[in-house]
T-cell receptor, first 113, second 115 residues
Framework: DAGVIQSPRHEVTEMGQEVTLRCKPI?????LFWYRQTMMRGLELLIYFNNNVPIDDSGMPEDRFSAKMPNASFSTLKIQPSEPRDSAVYFC???????????FGDGTRLSIL | AQSVTQLGSHVSVSEGALVLLRCNYS??????LFWYVQYPNQGLQLLLKYTSAATLVKGINGFEAEFKKSETSFHLTKPSAHMSDAAEYFC?????????????FGQGTILTVHP
């Protein structure tokens, strides 16, 4: 299995632009998690899905952030409009069921200028 | 509410020395506990997991952790550090497999290994 695949690996854009981060989870893994990692705040859970349905989005920092999971093999995290303070590494993780560990992608390093 | 606390944001050891990374948990139900490692520019990789079977759990790369209920601890150890062990380590908990598998992470411990 290829594991969790995230794209792009790096993104640099100017503030105000729309940013879309993509995640392809492991086949058969029913839960998907989006995290943000920064030096200041560490690893933060933004939102997670179970069977494509958003379960808890309380970690989404603002309305500028949105996430979708239109099917079991694809999810997006969108920031519109982006701001410099959104600069971070964003991770996607997949989980087969609630008793199993989460498997992480290699992340997207986002820089907003 | 479940939580984990990692004692020491930075740990430095010499190559060949014992590695000890500390993690304490608080949970109202028997917890599931995990240790993850993060190498530079990579995602988190599972080292080992405790799910209420054996209290001593062996993981990859020679690491192991012992679940001690009386101390509410799940410390990570390795008898002999290698240069390649330098990374950041995260302890995490998922209280008894509930909450759709949502994990609560510690703040991380950066391990430095000196020659």
């Amino acid at each position: 299995d290829a594991g969790v695949i995230q794209s792009p690996r790096h993104e640099v854009t100017e503030m105000g632009q729309e940013v879309t981060l993509r995640c392809k989870p492991i086949s058969g893994h029913n839960s998907l998690f989006w995290y943000r990692q920064t030096m200041m705040r560490g690893l933060e859970l933004l939102i997670y899905f179970n069977n494509n349905v958003p379960i808890d989005d309380s970690g989404m920092p603002e309305d500028r952030f949105s996430a979708k999971m239109p099917n079991a093999s694809f999810s997006t995290l969108k920031i519109q409009p982006s701001e410099p303070r959104d600069s971070a590494v964003y991770f996607c993780a997949a989980q087969e069921n609630s008793n199993q560990p989460q498997h992480f992608g290699d992340g997207t390093r986002l820089s907003i200028l | 509410a479940q939580s984990v606390t990692q004692l020491g944001s930075h740990v430095s050891v010499s190559e060949g020395a014992l590695v000890l990374l500390r993690c304490n948990y608080s949970s109202s139900v028997p917890p599931y506990l995990f240790w993850y490692v993060q190498y530079p520019n990579q995602g988190l990789q599972l080292l080992l997991k405790y799910t209420s079977a054996a209290t001593l759990v062996k993981g990859i790369n020679g690491f192991e952790a012992e679940f001690k209920k009386s101390e509410t601890s799940f410390h990570l150890t390795k008898p002999s550090a290698h240069m390649s062990d330098a990374a950041e380590y995260f302890c995490a908990t998922n209280a008894g497999g509930t909450s759709y598998g949502k994990l609560t992470f510690g703040q991380g411990t950066i391990l430095t290994v000196h020659p």
